[in-house]
Structure formats: C-alpha cells, structure tokens
C-alpha cells in the first residue's frame, strides 16, 4: 500500500513540507491590506512617465500603473525617483518601479522583473537635417560629434560602452535634453526607440534615425521585489490579459501614434 494512503487511513503525522514549498508573505498580500500601490518613477521620461507642473504624473506606464492598481483593487500612489536612486528608492519605499524601466543585469541583482512588456533597443536622434550623418554607431562615434546623454541609467552606460571618439556631453535634465539638439548645442543622442519616435514628435526639428532597427538590444519591464512568486504572477497575468484584450495597445498607441 502506499506509504501516504498507509499514513492517511491511521491518522500518523506526515513530515513538514522542507521550507522551499512553504508558501511565506507576499507583498500581493500587503499591497491589498494597505489599500496602495506605491508605485517608484522618474517622472522625466516621456511618454512612459512624466511629472507635470501640478505634481501629478502622466505617460505610459502612469496609465498602466492605474490599470494594476484598479485590478488589484487598490490605489497607485507614485514616489518620485531618479535614475540614479532607482533602485534604492524601489526597495526602500515601492511596491513596483514603472516608467519606461530597461531589464538589466545589475538590476536584476538587486530585484526581480515581470515578463517583459516591450522590446525597445537605443537608436539615435538628431537634427533631421543631420539624419544622413549618423546612419550606423561607427557614424555616431566620430571626434566631431557632440553626443548629448542623461547620466544615471542605461543610456549613459551605453555611451560610455561605445562611445571612443565622440565627444560626450552629460546633461541631467532628460525633460530639456533634446532642447539641447535642436538649439545646435549637441548633435546627437542614443536612447530608447520609443523615445526617439515621442520626442520627433513633440520636436519637428528632429528625427528618429532607424527606430525601427535599434543598435541594441533591451526589453522594458516592471521591477519587482525579488522572489515574490505570488505578486510575480499577478502582474504578469494582469498583462497578459492586458494584451489579449487589446487594451494594451490601445493605451500605448494614444501616446505613440
């Protein structure tokens, strides 16, 4: 007979489930007893997230931030951050980090990610009059180049990985940054396709230069705590719901298109 029905039919005690199986706290769990979500953001990185004059946030993943927390049941509540404090500031005083958020290695030190929700590789922006100049990174990186980047996040490690000749400029405001390009104080930035398409379209002066073709590879995601398996799953089947619906592309095609 087997051994569990054995036990099973004469009442003994079966051993303890080892600790790995035990199923512990869940920051899904806090979140729904808190009644917030504390979402941790930039607010400088359109369109996934910007801070306005009134203090309130808006983008991309402002609207997604909403449509989690109305899933879960609760209220975003966002926490301004930097990209040099990311990190930190999500495991000190965040539930999630949103905004535009790149999956990298050192990240996932520190933290976990849900399923990616959008690949988005670095391409260039520049002068559209200067598009042909800048058609390849070899293009970009000349002694004549002034390449303009936002310290603190991905794109300054992508300079500084690729950049031996060019001239880089550091600028820490990403919201005034492209300004810079079209007032002919730098020629050209590397940053994420998706931000190159937004910006050409606030600034007619600029192009995005093979968007379509990024120079690099990158997937954007939502930082999580780190072996939270429950909340992990909640996030990623709220997305994937999100897409099989059409309500994801519907969201993010009002700022992008």
Not at 76 to 84: D, E, G, H, L, M
Not at 210 to 230: I, N, T
Request: proline share 5%.
């Amino acid at each position: 007979m087997n051994k569990l029905i054995f036990c099973l039919l004469l009442g003994c005690s079966l051993p303890a489930l080892p600790a790995a199986a035990q199923i512990g706290p869940s920051r899904l769990d806090e979140v729904i007893k808190s009644g917030n979500l504390r979402v941790c953001m930039t607010g400088d990185y359109k369109p996934f997230t910007f801070l306005k004059a009134d203090d309130s946030f808006e983008g991309i993943d402002v609207d997604l931030a909403r449509s989690l927390a109305k899933a879960l049941g609760v209220e975003a509540r966002f926490v301004k951050t930097s990209w040099n404090k990311l990190s930190g500031d999500f495991l000190e005083k965040c539930d999630i980090a949103m905004g535009g958020v790149s999956v990298t290695l050192e990240r996932q030190k520190l933290a976990s990610f849900s399923a990616p929700h959008m690949v988005d590789g670095k391409s260039a922006i520049a002068r559209c009059s200067d598009v042909a100049k800048f058609q390849s990174l070899a293009a970009i990186d000349q002694p004549a180049t002034r390449a303009i980047v936002n310290p603190g996040g991905t794109n300054e490690r992508f300079a500084r990985a690729n950049y031996k000749q060019a001239q880089l400029i550091l600028h820490p405001d990403n919201v005034t940054i492209f300004e810079q390009i079209v007032q002919g104080k730098a020629d050209v930035m590397v940053t994420d396709a998706s931000e190159t398409l937004w910006q050409a379209k606030l600034h007619p002066q600029l192009c995005a230069i093979h968007p379509e073709q990024p120079l690099q590879f990158s997937e954007k995601a939502f930082m999580l705590p780190r072996g939270d398996v429950p909340f992990k799953e909640f996030v990623d089947t709220w997305m994937h719901q999100l897409k099989a619906t059409g309500d994801y592309d519907r969201l993010v095609n009002q700022w992008l298109k």
